[in-house]
Nanobody, 124 residues
């Protein structure tokens, strides 16, 4: 089992930055891919970014490419999402997710564990 706890969300003005953290517990953390998703009110949960087990490969949704960076520190069992140049349309609840395998996935259905989410609000 893997338990995930997100933190770092908040209210920020457009153009600002936030850094989300996802602390994981469970001995399988370092073996699987990790991802960040977000869900705005009335919308489906959407893929934001993913990272492989070593941190050597990263993947981004087109909407955040060049503005967000995903990284992980396996020694600290933590995944990060650095978000820069934030826009009002980035407003959503952001979720951390973990896979039991090393296959890349952008569908929420392909992830096995989820955190409770952290709210990010970007004002214009």
């Amino acid at each position: 089992q893997v338990q995930l706890v997100e933190s770092g969300g908040g209210l920020v003005q457009a153009g600002g930055s936030l850094r989300l953290s996802c602390a994981a517990s469970g001995r399988t953390f370092s073996r699987g891919n990790m991802g960040w998703f977000r869900q705005a009110p009335g919308k489906e949960r959407e893929f934001v970014a993913a990272i492989n087990w070593s941190g050597g490969s990263t993947y981004y949704a087109d909407s955040v490419k060049g503005r967000f960076i995903i990284s992980r520190d396996n020694a600290k069992n933590t995944v990060y999402l650095q978000m820069d140049s934030l826009k009002p349309e980035d407003t959503a609840v952001y979720y951390c997710a973990a896979k039991r395998n090393n296959l890349f996935g952008s569908s929420p259905l392909s992830y096995d564990y989820w955190g409770q989410g952290t709210q990010v609000t970007v004002s214009s």
